[in-house]
């Protein structure tokens, strides 16, 4: 009766790979690759709905046909065919401490994060241990109509909700990555906020306990319903480390009439990760969304956080900072798009190239005709560490009407020897002299920072900067 | 071999890259003593302020620049300042996203530090802070303004001398600290230098006009022409210089130059 594993799905199979812990030989993870079979696997094996099977297989599909993207940063070391796409929790969690790299481990030290956190962090746990806060909050949200939760659960336990919206915002066919992550996509957040509530304190992705935070192909959808308001921080300043080399999530939101939205992300990946993410809003009526992302580390990152703005007094802002450290390249920007009149977008980006780091600002600002009285600020400033250091900017602007307010300004520094010979001669080592010109450079994104993340960032920052001094 | 002052420069050689600006500058200062030294444009007085301070386009090829006894040419500018040693600037650099109060916390802690003190708390040192402003008739907002950015030129050269009243330095030089200030800022400026003065303090106030001399009384006075002192004198000298101009002593001194074989300072 049995057949290949991987071809056949039956109840031996599910009861082998699903429920238990994984026999020796045939875990679900030990095959490497990408077919239909796999990801009708994997959707069996999460028990999913038939429309999100057939959702998945529709994309599976068009990843197929779409090219790879020619522009943005060298996408040849990427083998498809070399990576898990799927790997159960369980094989996640029976990571030992012990297979986490030395140097993760240390900068966890050095960054004075607790050990129950570190282990998270690294993926090696996904008990999370302060399962008291995480209680507390979650009733605190329960009570008021909120759903937070992981997209799988989602998906089991708001079917209709998640139907309703997911990939509406970003259709598998937006672009390559897209449509690979809506044929693969596992875990990921899923907020729902009801009419009028406003959530005081920030959801962090770390609340959510045995759940998969931090999957490679993680799928986020927030709906802000009128009138209400959340702030979502995903990540943290420790370095994300994975052994697997493609990051690519999708994140789609819905901020409908007077609501606000802010998304916080602060990434650091380690240096042999792709980290190709598509994000993107669905802002109406006088409604905020705020993107603020930070990264750090990765190999190469692609990511334009995007607003349209569908209605008017629609309200889009990104706030951009890359960090580029050595050998590493950050091409990340914003997109704004106004289709409405009356509506206001403001891209402010912020890079950091040291070393042989390069940072690329691309970025959109579109208005199409008919949106009178829109406005749109864009600033892009890059400063350069080392004379190798390297920055390019794309701004494409596309304006089909007369009647908008239009700003765009780009600037380019390198840290300047006469402010670092100011600094020095108050006592500021060196060191201390080029941190202090750093993290007035990126004010404007820790400022708007919770406390203890921007306390973190700083301290972030301060060890990517070590070593730049000659 | 004379008793060393305080501090000390002897026979100071230092330029850029190939071009002598300094060429045997001789001066001894001790705590408790202003001295002011002017010079006509050109004469090498902003070299002499940035050699002291180890900024790296000046080379120093030869003498020595001594602080309590010790030779410094060859430490970073942290260690100077560490050492006691202050610098206000003639063109202040703007530092843009760094409040006043962090950055003059975070130097005065470097300070401690070095010196094997402890560092200041954060709202210990926010009350030193609030201190030092008032001392400098600066509204306490200017803590929380960006270094220098967007500051008017005397809220600059008044953001100086705050920040040597915080700072604490037991010599200090004073680069054209005047230049750019109306009346009433180089009063503020001028009794913030004052306010430091006393046994444990010295200062070099370099300048080019008598005008901030009338507010700071200098006790020495010194005049320097293309790279060297030619004179020095009591408070008198500046105002015989502010009435007979540079020109006079510009040509005394390259008559005596002439007759002497070039570099032969004692």
């Not at chain 1, 401490?97 to 900068?107: N, R, S």
């Amino acid at each position: 009766m049995e057949k290949t594993p991987q071809l056949s799905i039956n109840e031996q199979y599910k009861e082998k790979y699903g429920f238990h812990v994984a026999e020796e030989n045939y875990t679900f993870k030990s095959e490497k690759g990408l077919n239909r079979n796999i990801v009708e696997q994997m959707s069996e094996y999460k028990k999913e709905p038939r429309w999100m099977r057939d959702f998945r297989l529709k994309a599976l599909d068009i990843f197929y046909k779409k090219p790879m993207p020619h522009w943005g940063g060298d996408l040849s070391g990427i083998d498809f065919e070399n990576i898990h796409y799927y790997l159960r929790p369980t094989d996640k969690q029976g990571k030992s401490w012990d297979e986490v790299p030395d140097k993760i481990k240390e900068t966890f030290d050095r960054l004075g994060i607790p050990e129950a956190e570190r282990k998270f962090l690294a993926g090696v746990s996904a008990q999370f241990e302060s399962e008291v806060i995480y209680h507390s909050v979650q009733e605190g949200l329960t009570k008021k109509g909120v759903i937070f939760t992981d997209t799988d659960t989602a998906l089991r336990e708001h079917s209709d909700l998640v139907k309703e919206y997911f990939g509406t915002i970003i259709p598998p066919g937006d672009n390559k990555f897209a449509a690979l992550n809506s044929a693969v996509w596992s875990g990921g957040s899923f907020i729902y906020v009801p009419k009028g509530v406003e959530v005081e304190i920030p959801l962090q992705a770390y609340f959510r306990i045995n759940a998969e935070n931090m999957g490679q192909f993680e799928r986020t959808l927030i709906i802000c319903d009128e009138g209400s308001r959340v702030h979502y921080i995903e990540g943290c300043t420790a370095p994300v480390y994975s052994s697997d080399s493609l990051h690519s999530a999708v994140v789609e939101i819905i901020v409908k009439k007077g609501a606000r939205c802010r998304y916080t992300t602060i990434q650091n990946w380690s240096n042999n990760v792709y980290n190709l993410v598509t994000k993107r809003t669905a802002a109406y009526a006088d409604a905020t969304m705020e993107w603020i992302d930070c990264n750090i580390g990765s190999k190469l990152t692609m990511k334009y956080p995007a607003v349209y703005m569908l209605e008017p007094g629609a309200k889009g802002e990104i706030l951009s900072v890359a960090f580029a450290g050595d050998g590493q390249h950050q091409d990340a920007g914003g997109k704004v798009v106004h289709c409405a009149p009356h509506t206001t977008s403001r891209i402010t980006s912020k890079s950091i190239s040291k070393g042989t780091g390069r940072a690329t600002y691309r970025g959109l600002l579109k208005v199409y005709e008919g949106c009178h009285g829109a406005k749109s600020n864009v600033e892009c400033d890059a400063l350069l560490i080392n004379e190798s250091s390297r920055t390019d900017t794309y701004p494409y602007i596309e304006v089909d009407e007369q009647d908008v307010s239009i700003g765009h300004e780009a600037r380019v520094s390198k840290v300047n020897d006469e402010q670092i010979f100011y600094l020095m001669s108050r006592g500021l080592s060196e060191d201390q002299a080029l941190m202090m010109v750093v993290s007035g450079f990126i004010e404007p994104f820790t400022k708007e920072l919770p406390m203890e993340y921007a306390v973190e960032m700083n301290r972030l920052i301060e060890l990517e900067m070590e070593g730049s001094v000659g | 071999m004379n008793k060393t002052s305080d501090f000390e420069i002897r026979n100071l050689h230092a330029g850029i890259e190939s071009r002598e600006i300094l060429k045997g500058l001789n001066l001894r200062l001790n705590k408790g003593e202003v001295h002011a030294l002017m010079g006509p444009n050109g004469s090498g007085k902003s070299t002499l302020a940035k050699a002291i301070f180890g900024h790296h386009e000046y080379q120093i090829t030869k003498g020595e620049v001594l602080f309590k006894g010790e030779n410094i040419v060859e430490l970073e500018p942290d260690e100077r300042a560490h050492k006691g040693l202050f610098l206000a600037f003639q063109y202040p650099l703007e530092v843009p996203g760094v409040t006043v109060q962090n950055f003059l916390r975070t130097a005065y802690n470097a300070n401690r530090k070095a010196r094997g003190e402890p560092e200041m708390e954060v709202i210990a040192f926010n009350n030193y802070l609030v201190k030092c402003l008032k001392r400098m008739k600066m509204g306490l907002e200017f803590a929380e303004r960006y270094l220098n950015e967007g500051f008017s030129g005397g809220e600059k050269k008044r953001n100086e001398i705050l920040q040597m009243v915080v700072l604490q330095p037991e010599i200090a030089v004073l680069d054209e600290t005047d230049s750019g200030l109306d009346i009433d800022a180089l009063k503020i400026v001028s009794d913030g230098v004052n306010s430091l003065r006393g046994p444990n303090f010295g200062a070099l106030v370099i300048t080019h006009y008598q005008r901030i001399l009338n507010y700071i009384k200098p006790d020495f006075v010194h005049v320097m022409v293309d790279g060297r002192i030619v004179k020095s004198g009591g408070p008198e000298l500046a105002l015989q210089l502010e009435e007979q101009g540079y020109e006079k002593i510009r040509k005394q001194y390259a008559s005596e130059a002439a007759a002497e074989p070039a570099g032969a300072a004692a």
